[in-house]
């Protein structure tokens, strides 16, 4: 059985230390021929992964040269959604995002909001869905305030979590 898939999913799933020595490489000025990568972020649960999330996803990808997510652990999850989910645990989560070609790095973080990765991170784009506003886009501040950016990307109507969620259900 060939195993090595497996072994790069499990190297896109990295820490915050490890990630932030993957991200200080990248931004050398000798590493890619002179380039410096811009480096997207997002995060979220990523609860039941579905059309609406790839396509979110493929799309913040398509705004830079590495997308970074940040994954909420399963305590985070419960805190932010209640007792019944996440219904798939972390590393399963984390496990999809990563096969996706266009997710270089997943990071797991416990806090309720990401600003402590945003902070290490220092992303150049922070992405979030068109849901949200400037104004409730945790850590949008702080990236504008060294030149990053905000983008918001349009959902694809109809498709959440808590719809598949509640179409189980019934």
Partial sequence: ????????????????????????????????????????????????VHRGHVDYL??????????????????SVRRLKGDKRPISNQQSRATVLAAFAFVNYVVLFDDDTPINLIKHIRPDIL???????????????????????????PLVPGESTTNLVKKIEN
């Fill in 1 to 48: 059985m060939n195993t090595s898939f497996n072994k790069g999913l499990q190297l896109k799933i990295v820490s915050l230390n490890d990630l932030n020595i993957i991200l200080a490489s990248l931004r050398q000025p000798d590493c890619n021929n002179g380039n410096r990568p811009t480096i997207v972020f997002t995060n979220g649960c990523f609860d039941l």
């Fill in 58 to 75: 493929s799309k913040a990808r398509d705004l830079g040269d590495i997308l970074v997510v940040g994954l909420n652990s399963d305590a």
């Fill in 127 to 153: 992405v979030k869905g068109g849901d949200y506003s400037h104004d409730n886009v945790v850590g949008a501040d702080f990236v504008e305030s060294y030149g990053g950016r905000l983008e918001l990307i």
